[in-house]
Nanobody
Framework: QVQLKESGGGLVQPGGSLTLSCAAS????????MGWLRQAPGKEREFIAA????????YYADSVKGRFTISRDNAKNTVDLQLNSLKPEDTAVYYC????????????????WGQGTQVTVSS
């Protein structure tokens, strides 16, 4: 069991950067693979990034690879997403997601979701 809360969203200009943070509660945080997914109104849900419970392996969607970085700190019960070189098409609600299986995160699913945080990229 884990509860998730995202923060750090906002308005940023194209080419800018932003850091999203997800704070988790629960004693078993380190048992979960973590990920970030995004959803824009009227568009399909999109997998962005995932990190395995030990933090040693990461996975990225082709659309963000090289621009976004996922990391976790199991001691602090947090997972972050660093967004660089932002584009208008990155505009979406970003969700922190937890699941026992990282493969499920890569399919756009998960057992536990945060409330989401809005990222808007506009000049």
């Amino acid at each position: 069991q884990v509860q998730l809360k995202e923060s750090g969203g906002g308005l940023v200009q194209p080419g800018g950067s932003l850091t999203l943070s997800c704070a988790a509660s629960g004693r078993t945080f380190s048992s979960y693979a973590m990920g970030w997914l995004r959803q824009a109104p009227g568009k399909e849900r999109e997998f962005i990034a995932a990190i395995r419970r030990g933090g040693g392996s990461t996975y990225y969607a082709d659309s963000v690879k090289g621009r976004f970085t996922i990391s976790r700190d199991n001691a602090k019960n947090t997972v972050d997403l660093q967004l660089n070189s932002l584009k208008p098409e990155d505009t979406a609600v970003y969700y922190c997601v937890a699941d026992s299986f990282y493969e499920r995160l890569r399919r756009g699913a998960g057992d536990y979701w945060g409330q989401g945080t809005q990222v808007t990229v506009s000049s």
